[in-house]
């Protein structure tokens, strides 16, 4: 970003992520970016960037809040705007890790692997910032329930993602599926342990269960694949 600034182009700054859902007003107020993305923004955010390549106005984008006498807003006051949908994980596109020094990151997790095939968690634990997200949904009227939020990716996207980690990243011993709950969806977690089985990916992995959510037919099926 200094290099670019240093050659006479002018970058503008956005920065989203748990913390600034969770305290978007004291990220705003710090005055360091010209755009905070609040929640699940990755299509808010594709949005914001073509909007500003066709010189439009940005400041009705979802999810996105400009601060007072900014780059896209020169008003007194901020622009705080509700967050859109929580995005259909089935129509996101599937993660770049070539962006990522994944050589490095699996080394100095021992050959651990971290990832996602679901978003959200119906418990409201105090401790967790999931409950804060499904308040503020529901509170800009972006969903109505917390059911919502529980999506999958499709069991076929997260295998080829794993295929392809596994033939460009040898290194890769172990996986953990960082869900807050894998279990959730009894009928997910028997298509993916048989689909898992039937890969041949054969790398061991960890999931996160709940105790009201699993029972001796699931572990089986786990244990299985």
Same mark, same amino acid.
């Given at each position: 970003?200094?290099?670019? $600034?240093?050659?006479?182009?002018?970058?503008?700054?956005?920065?989203?992520?748990?913390?600034?859902?969770?305290?978007?007003?004291?990220?705003?107020? +710090?005055?360091?970016?010209? #755009?905070?993305?609040?929640?699940?923004? !990755?299509?808010?955010?594709?949005?914001?960037? /073509?909007?500003? +390549?066709? %010189? &439009?106005?940005? =400041?009705? #984008?979802?999810?996105? =809040?400009?601060?007072?006498?900014?780059?896209?807003?020169?008003?007194?006051?901020?622009? &705080?705007?509700?967050? %859109?949908?929580?995005?259909?994980?089935?129509?996101?596109?599937?993660?770049?890790?070539?962006?990522? &020094?994944?050589? =490095?990151?699996? $080394?100095?997790?021992?050959?651990?692997?971290?990832?996602?095939?679901?978003?959200?968690?119906?418990?409201?634990?105090?401790?967790?910032?999931?409950?804060?997200?499904?308040?503020?949904?529901?509170? /800009?009227?972006?969903? *109505?329930?917390?059911? !919502?939020?529980?999506?999958?990716?499709? #069991?076929?996207?997260?295998? +080829? +993602?794993? $295929?392809?980690?596994?033939? $460009?990243?040898?290194?890769?011993?172990?996986?953990?599926?960082? /869900?807050?709950?894998?279990?959730?969806?009894?009928?997910?977690?028997?298509?993916?342990?048989?689909?898992?089985?039937?890969?041949?990916? %054969?790398?061991?992995?960890? #999931?996160?269960?709940?105790? *009201?959510?699993?029972?001796?037919?699931?572990?089986?099926?786990?244990? &299985?694949?």
């Amino acid at each position: 970003l200094d290099a670019l $600034r240093a050659a006479g182009v002018d970058v503008p700054t956005v920065v989203g992520g748990v913390h600034c859902t969770m305290v978007p007003e004291a990220v705003v107020a +710090e005055g360091h970016f010209d #755009v905070v993305a609040v929640g699940e923004a !990755e299509l808010a955010f594709r949005e914001l960037v /073509d909007r500003i +390549e066709r %010189g &439009d106005d940005v =400041r009705d #984008v979802p999810n996105m =809040r400009f601060p007072a006498r900014s780059r896209f807003n020169r008003n007194l006051t901020s622009i &705080d705007n509700p967050v %859109g949908a929580f995005p259909d994980l089935a129509a996101i596109a599937p993660n770049d890790y070539a962006l990522f &020094d994944m050589e =490095r990151i699996i $080394r100095s997790k021992n050959g651990w692997l971290g990832l996602l095939t679901s978003r959200g968690c119906p418990y409201k634990c105090t401790y967790c910032f999931n409950q804060e997200i499904v308040d503020r949904y529901v509170e /800009d009227g972006a969903a *109505q329930t917390s059911k !919502e939020y529980l999506r999958h990716y499709p #069991v076929p996207r997260i295998l +080829e +993602e794993i $295929r392809s980690l596994k033939a $460009r990243h040898p290194e890769i011993e172990h996986l953990i599926f960082d /869900d807050d709950l894998f279990t959730l969806d009894r009928a997910y977690v028997r298509e993916f342990s048989q689909a898992y089985k039937a890969s041949g990916i %054969g790398l061991p992995y960890v #999931v996160n269960a709940h105790v *009201q959510v699993f029972d001796e037919e699931m572990a089986f099926q786990l244990a &299985d694949s």
